[in-house]
């Protein structure tokens, strides 16, 4: 949260945590997140490069569009779309989730065999009601625009739409009225039977972003491992937590985040992997905790400011370090396995080493050493060890596309000296129209500091890459 002697409304919070794609060429995603503590005063957004959908972790959010108000609270979700102005006003600092849409729209999945009813039921969305304001006041317009922010000033609210009719509005939903559907006799469903809002790509079965939530329910399978199942993916999955703990990491707290590329393996901790494993599999309601997914054909690559930013957990790796190795191929009862110790990486032969016959009572097993063309081939030595270092390529510092100035360095957008916000950004708008200067100040799409220009004498820095574009 931002200290408390520093105000930071909705736009000021902003961080980008990843991307792909292109918000120019409306193709693509952007991952934020949110931090804030104070109310947009006489100041509104609206985005030209995609959808916001929001989801709150803590602290109700008061959201003022041109079609209405909404009040979406914590365990509850809201999609603003593209071009749609509105302005958040707060009682308690609040802090979550968003996810960006570059190209099409959300809508609900399919439900083929469900039927016609399940899973996020259309009657349970809500749009708002038509209310407006008349107000001769000055207003700051901010402008999400190709992946810049850009601010003009005003002289009305433009909230001022006394009513509405049409389609194209936007909306909230309530996460506890989800329909769960599940399994009632084995196996682990996929976990797209929890997809609340989708965007389909042009591939059948694959969705340009899914949001998926891990809500409570019963689980009953029967001769099942019921966690999450150990798997490689082609979809990369951006989690948050919402409240409570999540049924398959121990230790993921609420507020907190993780991402699984495409084709990288993961699943269940070795705590839950032990618990689960010898668990009495009768009937359990699992209702300690939210967690959602934000899940994507898209390669997701993280901005400066997530890999770098001081709350990131570098030993997230170390949760699978423990697992051990159960499998003997001469017992067939699961619950009779003994768990040994797995080995240590290398220790078992060289780097590249396969391993040899294995009979079905489980002995001859043997490892032998790769070929030495092969060895050549990777880049190491007969004999060499495996190295425990993975270089990260491109992806640390990376932009996200189209994404990355919506949020940069530090701990708020635009933060600059105390007692900034909703009326310093106005103050310095107003400062810089009468001086006809502009301020620009901020980050880039890798979080990198840009440069800054003065406004006025004793002015404040406005925040973000925002240019002005003027007044009416």
Known sequence: MPAADVEKDFVDGLRTMAGAGDAAAKSGIAV?????????????????????????????????????FMDVEPKEVCVIQRGIRFRVAIDEPSRGYILELFNGHFQLPDLGPIGSNGLANPRDFLTPV????????????????????FTAL????PFDVVAWHGNYAPYKYDLSKFNTMNSVSFDHPDPSIYTVLTCPSDTPGVAVCDFVIFPPRWMVMDHTFRPPWYHRNVMTEFMGMVWGKYDAKVGFQPGGSSLHSCM?????????FLKASGADLKPDHFGAGLAFMFETCHLLKLTHWAMSCGHRDVDYQKCWQALPKVFDPTVRDVKALAVKEAAAPGALGSAGAGVGTVYGDGSSVGRVAAPAHVLSALGAGAGAAPSDEVPMGGAAGAGAGGAGSAAGEGGGAGAGKRGGGSRARKAAMTAALAGGASSLAGADAGGKEA?????????????HKRKRVGSR
């Open 32 to 68: 934020h997140v949110y931090a804030c503590n104070a109310s947009m005063e006489d100041t509104c957004m609206y985005n030209s490069d995609g959808d916001f959908l929001i989801v709150p972790q803590t602290g109700t959010l008061h959201i003022q569009t041109e079609f209405g």
């Open 130 to 149: 038509a209310a407006y304001e008349d107000r001769e006041v000055d207003y700051v317009v901010i402008n999400k625009y190709g992946g810049q922010l």
């Open 154 to 157: 005003t002289t009305s609210s």
């Open 264 to 272: 990288s393996s993961h699943g269940p901790d070795a705590d839950t």
């Open 451 to 463: 440069a800054a220009a003065a406004a006025s004498p004793g002015s404040e820095e406005v925040g």
